[in-house]
């Protein structure tokens, strides 16, 4: 056990967040995971040294679910994110994980507090600044993929660069760089129906970093993926920060996933509890 | 961002819900195909209608005008008896003793007569002076036309095909019959005797600009014969065969009759009463076998010798023991005849049908009560004017009566000049002094009316069909969009600007908007030409016997292309495209994205 970077769970948050309270489905995966366990990996990982890259300062965001009742997604958290780190947020479900990346990739925005990113505040950016921080800054990778169903792994990757309005020339070398990056070369002209979910997510990956963008944001890349392909994806998504030195947030709940990252916060009812 | 990129990302939109777009696509392209179809048509047929009336009427601006109320025969009672008292007084001038029995006297009858006549002549010609003055004074006619009937007889080439020749009938039942003349009555010319004459309707000549430039002296008259008198030149019948056939039938004719010159014979009214005399004779000769009587010989066209007229008792001296008449009637005129030739030039579909024909049969009727005014015909006055030889009897009433037309550049002219005449019992009143005034090519003017009228009902069928179809584009567009909300989200989650957003479904909304369109108009060009290539034939056809169209190469076509509605539909169809396409992109944006991108 020492060899393994324990997640800060304990068997009654496992159980409560991933099996809702089925004692009985845990143990048996517990039984299965000790009998077919090899020593999980311990991925090396680079000391942060870059300066502070995102700081979040007592954000908090309130959602109106109906007149009366409010629901507070992230209440009062703070965190700052150096530049090229990985971090991992986990916590259960509804913990606020996904609205906190939320917030920080500009989709979102705090009720209170404020998200400064590279010295920005974003939360008061006005709508067109905002797209062209979502555009610039930040890549975004989601569970889904959302890929263009009808458009070639190259035109998907493309996508952003239509957004930013690059000029045709320099689009071609921006878009081979991260295919390249993703190993997707003999890929470029396969329709997203055509490769598999990890592929896919490579492609999504690609299609986030292709404006060279300072963070990527990933909300739960590997929660479609079976095991192997998610450390496949994780391992690339740490060759890329040690290549590119981009800055990563990952939403997780897999605390395999989580052992990847640098540093690992947990959030439990919108509050970041370490 | 660039349109080419937004064309690239709307592009791929189309083979998302392919079938349900394309469907709705076809439906809606349907729905404006109708529109398309209805619009094409209806201008096709209001070309056709404008075309109909410039073929039937060679374009012309044409009204005929005549004389109304006025009060000619309100002082009927005082005119007679004025006109009693003159004769009268000359008679007891020269001595003689009048009494209530001196106006039943033949002689004193007949000046009477002559003299209402020549009275009635002086009245028409003042009023048909009043008339022309009138229209120069009230409209800016480009030509006046003044037609002087005349009387026409005898026609001496044409002959009639046995099976349309009446008499011949009668004749084989009579031989069938024992040689039994069943009309015993040598002056019973109807029974007895028919002429065959120049068809009355025929010798209506081309109302056309230049006409007396387009005919010389010497040259053939134009002449615009009936569709009844083709067949009977060419001794066939159309009676009994569908109408399909019955229009093949006359245009066949027209084909093979066009340009074809007819000899007439004219005849004066003496020459023609003489005629008469000698076809009694020599029905008599040809009847009575007892008497060595031979039958006369009747040129094709010229006179008869008077010696041998007056030999077989057809004309006489006058008695010069018979007692002097109380009032000496006037010498006849000697008796003349002249062939002349006509082309044919055109084809009227009958007397009746015949717009602006009302005037011409009415003095056509009113000729033909005359006694040895069987037949007869119209001639211009100008023609007429032109050679002496045809100058209407100076001495005849219906010589001196002039229809009156005229002519005008444009039909606002003649709308305004038509404006100016009288309407409904207005015309009919003793103290109206306006002329009564027809348009020449009523029907056509009627037909045009209807379609104006069909038109403005179609108009707004049309609206109806257009307003369905622009909110059924709006609600399909509407709802493809609204599928696209999740792909909006990861638009914009990857840095689309709203801008950016709005260029790409914009420009999708707009290519369906334009397939459709295309579609449509395709769809409704094809429509009105089956339509045209199934029914355009007959409709020509109808409108060339029923509206008395003179070019018989008329062919209707119903693709006409109306670009107010056009444009208006294209108009409706973007409107609508443009709300279906908003409504939904703000819907999508005013969402909250992280919701949107939860959604799974």
Known sequence: MQNEKLPTQTIETILADNYQGDT?????????????????????????????????????????????????????????????????????????KSTLMHLIAGLDRPSAGDVVVDGRSIGHLHEGALATYRNQMVGIVFQ???????????????????????????????????????????????????????????????????????????????????????????????????????TMIIVTHDPRVAAWADRVIRLEDGKVIA | MKVIDAYILAATKRKTRRIRTGLVVVVSSLLFAILFFGAFVAKGVLDASSQVKDVGFNGRNLVSISATGGGASEDFKAETDKIHADMDAELRAKGVKVTDDTRQDASYTSEFARRMQAQSVQQASAAQQQLTDSVTHLGKPTAMYHFAPMSLAGDAVYQPSPQADPYADKLKQEQEAGGVAPHTDPSDQLGGFQFYNVEQAMLRTQLQPGQNGAWKPGEPYPLFISYAYLEKLSGRSFAKVDAAAHNKGYRDLMKQYAGKTLNYCYRNAVAQQQLQQVEIYNYKAAHDTDKATNPVDVPLCGGFDQALLKKIGVISDPDPNAPKPLFAAPASPAPHTQEIAFKIVGYVPSQSQYSGGDIVSRVVTDVNQLPGNSEMGIIPSE??????????????????????????????????????????????SPKNTKPYVMPFGSISFALEKIFHRASQFLFIGVVGIMAVAALLIMFTISKVIADSTKEIAVFRSLGARRRDIAEIYYLYGLMLAIAGLVLALVLAIIGAEVVTSMYATSISNSFVQTVGAYNTGMHVHLLGVRWLWIGGAIAALLISAFIGITIPIIASLRRKLITILREE
């Open chain 2, 383 to 428: 023609v007429v004017a032109q050679d002496s030889v045809l100058q209407p009897e100076p001495d005849s009433f219906y010589g001196q009566f002039y229809a009156l037309f005229a002519d005008f550049a444009t039909r606002a002219e003649e709308k305004a000049f038509i404006a100016q005449g009288c309407t409904g019992n207005e015309c009919g």
């Open chain 1, 144 to 246: 889904f993929f959302y890929l263009q169903p009808f458009l070639k792994v190259n035109r998907n990757i493309e996508v952003p660069l239509m957004f930013a309005r690059t000029k045709r020339k320099t689009r071609l070398p921006a878009i081979q760089k991260v295919v390249d990056a993703v190993s997707l070369g003999d890929r470029a002209a396969f329709l997203p129906k055509e490769l598999s979910g990890g592929q896919m997510q490579r492609v999504a990956i690609a299609r986030a970093l292709v404006n060279k963008p300072k963070i990527l944001l990933a909300d739960e890349p590997t929660g479609n993926l079976d095991s192997k392909n998610s450390d496949a994806i994780m391992s690339l998504l740490q060759g890329i920060r040690e290549t590119l030195g981009t």
């Open chain 1, 24 to 96: 009985a489905a845990f143990l048996r995966d517990l039984d299965m995971y000790v009998r077919t366990r090899k020593p999980m990996p311990v991925h090396k990982t680079s000391v942060p040294t870059g300066p502070v890259l995102i700081d979040l300062k007592n954000v908090t965001r309130t959602y109106k679910l109906n007149r009366k009742n409010t629901v507070t997604a992230v209440n009062n958290a703070s965190l700052s994110v150096h530049e090229g780190e990985i971090v991992a947020l986990t916590g259960p479900s509804g913990s606020g």
